[in-house]
Nanobody, 123 residues
Framework: QVQLVESGGGLVQPGGSLRLSCAAS????????MGWYRQPPGQQREFVAA???????TYEDSVKGRFTISRDNAKNTVYLQMNSLKPEDTGVYYC?????????????????WGQGTQVTVSS
């Protein structure tokens, strides 16, 4: 019904940059909050950044000033520009979107997840 497809991960040296993208496809009414999470090796998934339809973006403290989240509503896409990358940024990055869709006579809002993209920061 709704699919999120991510791209842009890879291997980068410390201090380098990467840009992640996540595009939503399928049949839906609207997309509310868009966000990014990551799962470092051997750890639980954690919040990275979020951007609502209209309002203030939020970031996890360790990425403030280095990462920038943005969205293109016309393309149903969320981006994560990652600069000054550090080895501790290594992990699988997942996009997340709260999507409203129709189901019969109802409208339902629930979160959807991308498949994940690997980001490795290493020299």
């Amino acid at each position: 019904q709704v699919q999120l497809v991510e791209s842009g991960g890879g291997l980068v040296q410390p201090g380098g940059s990467l840009r992640l993208s996540c595009a939503a496809s399928g049949r839906f009414v609207s997309i509310n909050i868009m966000g990014w999470y990551r799962q470092p090796p051997g750890q639980q998934r954690e919040f990275v950044a979020a951007i609502p339809t209209g309002g203030t973006t939020t970031y996890e403290d360790s990425v403030k000033g280095r990462f920038t989240i943005s969205r293109d509503n016309a393309k149903n896409t969320v981006y994560l520009q990652m600069n000054s990358l550090k080895p501790e940024d290594t992990g699988v990055y997942y996009c997340n979107m709260d999507v409203t869709f129709s189901s019969g006579n109802y409208r339902i809002t629930r979160p959807f997840w991308g498949q994940g993209t690997q980001v490795t920061v290493s020299s």
